[in-house]
């Protein structure tokens, strides 16, 4: 069977490369894996004291951490379009001033939001004075879809996103580069029934199996083809040639 060079060399590049994602979309299957089993043990470990040293993002996301300090409700952020249980309502975001020095926001829970006036705030509480909550290190108070630029340099309470870099240079607090996800219950009648967190494994071993399966397919159809070439081939081989018509000879009268 006589091979083309160009289709054959195309399909070897396709099955290459749907090959090699298809492996790399393992090996990201594999770190995520591997992320939620520290999770799970982050979880289940002592929590880690927040001062004012910084704490590197890297070296604290998803632990369990506790802080002392006061919260300051007077620049507090309410992240809009955050439903719990199909009833639109906010995330309570508040400064949290250590009590040994420097500052972390903390996700305080989740309030509901009026039906009827969109910008009214229902009342929650606030701890005065010193107190100590618990909770997890996040990089961020969760993120929602939205069209441009965050919403930290508006100076509004109600916002979409949070940034910490951003609200930091915003109101000038050295804040801890991530936030604390709050999980100890204070009387305030907020909702911490926090979603656990989810890596996404299961959407990158959906993904292997589609670059691999178009690596199957190209070969099956990189055969299909050859065949149907071949056979092409034999056929025109195989038809009985023409032969040229005679030419009569005339003499001349």
Avoid: C
């Amino acid at each position: 069977m006589k091979i083309r060079l160009l289709p054959a060399l195309l399909i070897l590049i396709v099955v290459a490369v749907t090959v090699r994602l298809g492996f790399w979309q393992r090996d990201r299957a594999h770190q995520k894996e591997a992320l939620q089993a520290h999770i799970t043990q982050f979880e289940n470990a002592p929590a880690v004291p927040v001062g004012a040293a910084p704490v590197a993002l890297k070296d604290i996301e998803f632990h369990r951490v506790r802080a002392v300090g006061q919260f300051m409700p007077e620049q507090v952020v309410y992240l809009d379009n955050r439903p719990y249980n199909d009833q639109a309502g906010f995330y309570v975001v508040m400064p949290f001033k250590l009590r040994d020095g420097g500052y972390v926001l903390v996700n305080r829970g989740w309030l509901p939001r009026n039906g009827e006036v969109r910008t009214a705030i229902a009342p929650y509480g606030t701890p005065k004075g010193d107190v100590e909550i618990e909770g997890i290190a996040r990089a961020d108070a969760s993120r929602a879809f939205e069209l441009g630029e965050g919403g930290s340099a508006q100076h509004q309470q109600i916002r979409q996103n949070l940034d910490v870099h951003a609200y930091a240079a915003e109101t000038g607090l050295a804040l801890q580069p991530f936030v604390i996800q709050q999980t100890s219950d204070d009387g305030d009648r907020l909702v911490r029934d926090w979603p656990a967190p989810t890596t996404g494994v299961e959407t990158n071993y959906g993904y292997m199996f589609q670059w691999w399966g178009m690596a199957a397919a190209a070969v099956v159809f990189g055969l299909y083809a050859a065949r149907r070439a071949a056979k092409k081939d034999q056929r025109t081989q195989d038809m009985p040639q023409k032969a040229a018509p005679k030419q009569e000879r005339t003499s001349d009268a």
